[in-house]
């Protein structure tokens, strides 16, 4: 190689701070639709880049191919907070329990309380809107895989209590 291809590095120097870049997980949007097993390896509140939006996001991973995705809830209304302290109660967090929803969130989230749970989900598509995408969750989480949920989509989406399942 020659010096030619290192011209210019040395523009980066004075400012680089590779600590301060964050690297983000794909969204749902990169899992086809269907039904899926997902592990909870963390959960934080971040801000969106454009609009100062506050979200809750959890870093998941699908417990047989190993994807990395996350899934990303705008906190801008009270139905926003609901929905959540819903999905978490589904999640077997005691949501429903919590005296105030701001402490309860900040409580879970710095407990790690969500991380290593399991749980069945149907990823699916609404309007052709990536913002509108979002999976529904099916029954309780479990500590461990089962065997009897595959971690390929499922395009027919029936599962035992699909019709007992409010979407979110």
């Known amino acids: 190689m020659t010096d030619d291809v290192y011209a210019g590095l040395e523009s980066f120097d004075s400012e680089y701070h590779p600590e301060a870049a964050t690297v983000r997980r794909a969204g749902l949007d990169s899992l086809a639709d269907g039904d899926y097993r997902f592990r909870i390896d963390g959960a934080r509140l971040d801000r969106s880049e454009k609009q100062g939006l506050m979200l809750f996001v959890m870093s998941l991973r699908t417990t047989v191919t190993n994807a990395e995705v996350e899934w990303t809830q705008v ?17 077997g967090i ?60 499922n395009p027919s989406g029936k599962i035992a209590n699909d019709d007992e399942d409010p979407p979110f």
């Open 75 to 91: 906190l801008k209304t009270q139905k926003n907070a609901d929905i959540l302290g819903s999905t978490l109660t589904r999640l």
């Open 94 to 153: 005691p949501a429903d329990k919590w005296p105030k929803f701001s402490t309860g969130l900040k409580a879970m989230i710095e407990s790690n309380e969500l991380v290593g749970l399991v749980f069945s989900a149907k990823k699916v598509t609404k309007d052709g809107h990536a913002n509108l995408k979002n999976i529904s969750l099916h029954g309780r989480p479990t500590l461990a895989a089962s065997p009897t949920f595959a971690d390929a989509p």
